[in-house]
Nanobody
Framework: VQLQASGGGLVQPGGSLRLSCAAS????????MGWYRQAPGELRELVAS???????NYADSVKARFTISRDNVKRTVYLQMNNLKPEDTAVYYC?????????????WGQGTQVTVSS
């Protein structure tokens, strides 16, 4: 599985960005796709995830501001980020997971920098 992320950049507080992540390779049974982020000196944290059934999960800090969606035909997951705050500054990583019973295999994209600053 290869994940190609794009869409990061520099934006002012209150602005918007949309991240995209295209999956290729052996993508069968990728149950969950999502976005994580890691700020300098911090642990990587889940931002949002979406299942094959389009059930979503969000970190409390981004609820009502970020929206995750997926296009199964294009094999792409999106993260629409609105009302961005300086604390959203981080490297954002696309994630895909294949979950079979109690076994989870994770795949990661290369990361894209999001900087929120005036």
């Amino acid at each position: 599985v290869q994940l190609q992320a794009s869409g990061g950049g520099l934006v002012q507080p209150g602005g918007s960005l949309r991240l995209s992540c295209a999956a290729s390779g052996f993508i069968a049974n990728l149950n969950v796709m999502g976005w994580y982020r890691q700020a300098p000196g911090e642990l990587r944290e889940l931002v949002a995830s979406i299942t094959n059934g389009r059930s979503t999960n969000y970190a409390d800090s981004v609820k009502a501001r970020f929206t995750i969606s997926r296009d199964n035909v294009k094999r792409t997951v999106y993260l629409q980020m609105n009302n961005l705050k300086p604390e959203d500054t981080a490297v954002y990583y696309c994630n895909a997971a294949r979950v079979t019973g109690n076994i989870r295999n994770d795949y990661w994209g290369q990361g894209t920098q999001v900087t929120v600053s005036s």
